[in-house]
């Protein structure tokens, strides 16, 4: 497996994970949007990144409602717009808990991958996810193929769509955007075949 690609799945994965785990206000979050308010942030992306994408994230992040849009769009309490957990894309029912996150933490059991969360989350929140795959690319490369065909790819275009044609934050549209784009990336650095599922949301 090519390190150079699994160090950026690694730092990629870490910047966007803890965007979507983070609330903009905690302070885990502040050397990451500080790296956003770089006016060259794109220059250090590993692909290129489109311009409606910088000026999202650019326009979004002088926004003084963010927190705001972080509790509409991650917390509620209204109705979700695009729920930020697997098994209400893979679940039939659209619950949390579902059969999917049975599944994913049977693989993390099974290889004996444990980690450690700081808020009282499902393991397939989109951030988690996305902290997990940095994680695995640092020190488990040998199952990061497995975890993002079976695990992440299987919901998250579905999910990203979604959070991107919200109209309640101009920044986590981009954020949307961006990640879309950087998961591709990894799709095609690594070659992964995504196992297609139904989708119920």
């Known amino acids: 497996m090519n390190i150079q690609h699994c160090k950026w799945v690694s730092l990629s994965g870490r910047l966007l994970g803890a965007l979507y785990y983070y609330s903009p206000t905690e302070s885990q979050l502040e050397p990451i949007l500080a790296f956003f308010r770089q006016p060259d ?15 999202c994230i650019q326009k979004g992040l002088v926004s003084e409602q963010l927190d705001r849009e972080y509790q509409a769009l991650f917390i509620g309490p209204n109705t979700l717009w695009a729920p930020p957990w697997g098994s209400v894309y893979l679940d039939p029912e659209s619950v949390l808990f579902g059969d999917s996150l049975l599944k994913l933490r049977e693989f993390l059991r099974q290889h004996h991958v444990e980690f450690v969360t700081t808020q009282n989350e499902p393991e ?21 193929l497995i975890f993002l065909s079976e695990h992440v790819f299987t919901w998250s275009t579905r999910y990203l769509q979604l ?39």
């Open 124 to 144: 397939d929140h989109i951030g988690l996810m996305l902290l997990l795959s940095a994680y695995l690319a640092e020190n488990r490369p040998e199952l990061l």
């Open 41 to 55: 942030w794109q220059t250090q992306w590993e692909d290129e990144v489109d311009s409606d994408i910088v000026h």
């Open 163 to 201: 959070l991107a044609n919200q109209q309640t934050s101009v920044f986590y549209r981009g954020l949307a955007l961006l990640t879309q784009a950087t998961l591709k990336q990894w799709q095609r650095y690594f070659n992964v075949e995504v196992n297609a599922r139904h989708l119920y949301r």
